[in-house]
């Protein structure tokens, strides 16, 4: 993580009203692959949000500061999305997962109706 990245994050959350005070850290042990190191090491962040009981968990790298980065980062957007009254991002991408399941279903079915029609039987006679 740069210095840039980290002064862009801190004015984010200046912008949001999110102050470290508000914050409650914690330090725990990551899951997954990663063998000794990962067993050893408590490189996952939970971060929660007390004023908004927000939760955030960061895994993502095999280093503390930048998971803690991550964790900040996510917390920002998860607090933006609910201030603008948008959904979250995980929340619109299980919803387009959604529409697409939806979508090859209907598909499959309007297949497996047209091929079990009566002129199909008679041509398979």
């Given at each position: 993580m740069t210095q840039q990245k980290a002064r862009l994050l801190a004015e984010r959350m200046a912008?949001?009203?999110?102050?470290?005070?508000?914050?409650?850290?914690?330090?725990v042990r990551s899951s997954g692959p990663g063998?000794?190191?990962l067993?050893?090491?408590?490189?996952?962040?939970?971060?929660?949000?007390?004023?908004?009981?927000?939760?955030?968990?960061?895994?993502?790298?095999?280093s503390q500061a930048l998971n803690r980065y991550y964790?900040?980062?996510?917390?920002c957007e998860l607090i933006e999305a609910r201030l603008l009254g948008k959904e979250s991002p995980q929340a619109l991408k299980?919803?387009?997962?959604?529409?697409?399941?939806?979508?090859?279903?209907?598909?499959?079915?309007?297949?497996?109706?047209?091929?079990?029609g009566p002129e199909c039987q008679r041509q398979q006679d």
């Open positions: 912008l949001l009203g999110i102050c470290e005070q508000d914050l409650d850290e914690q330090f063998g000794q190191h067993n050893k090491t408590s490189t996952c962040v939970v971060l929660t949000h007390l004023p908004t009981g927000i939760i955030v968990k960061s895994q993502q790298a095999r964790a900040r980062k996510r917390l299980a919803d387009k997962i959604r529409r697409q399941k939806d979508r090859r279903r209907r598909r499959r079915m309007a297949k497996k109706a047209l091929s079990s």
